[in-house]
């Protein structure tokens, strides 16, 4: 069985000491205690090739950048501060091309929205002829 790094563990349990790391059979996993439980796996380690490497400052860097308290109040603040102006302006967005697509109806809504408020208009209905069979004598004689 595998043993992470001295080092590697003392610098994990330097940035929390609920952190942990230990090899599962095929990887090793940076683990989380929880107050009750068994360990949360946070992070596998893993090469180049998915496949086994040992633990090292790569993997202990990834774990904090993940650690959402280890960032300023001001840095938070910007941070939500523009994913909401970016929310904003993409509801902005769906909201106009909704409005938009909302004048679009087919013919016969059009049609029936006109019949409502108007009424129906007579002059402007077209009826259909009726097709007439030809005879054998008109269509031998277009040829």
Known sequence: M???????????????????CHFNGRHFVITYQRAYGDPVAI?????DNQGF???DQRDL???MKSDINNESPIEKHQRVASYMAQF???QKIV?????????KDGKRQIKQAYDKIVGPVESCRV?????????????????
């Open 2 to 20: 595998y043993v992470p790094d001295r080092v590697f563990v003392k610098k994990l349990k330097e940035q929390d000491r609920n952190l942990g």
């Open 43 to 47: 992070w596998v380690v893993m090469g």
């Open 53 to 55: 490497r040992q633990p």
């Open 61 to 63: 860097d990834e774990v």
């Open 88 to 90: 904003r302006e993409r």
């Open 95 to 103: 909201t106009r091309e909704n409005m938009h697509n909302r004048g």
């Open 127 to 143: 009826t259909p002829k009726p097709k007439q069979a030809a005879t054998f004598e008109e269509m031998t004689s277009s040829r």
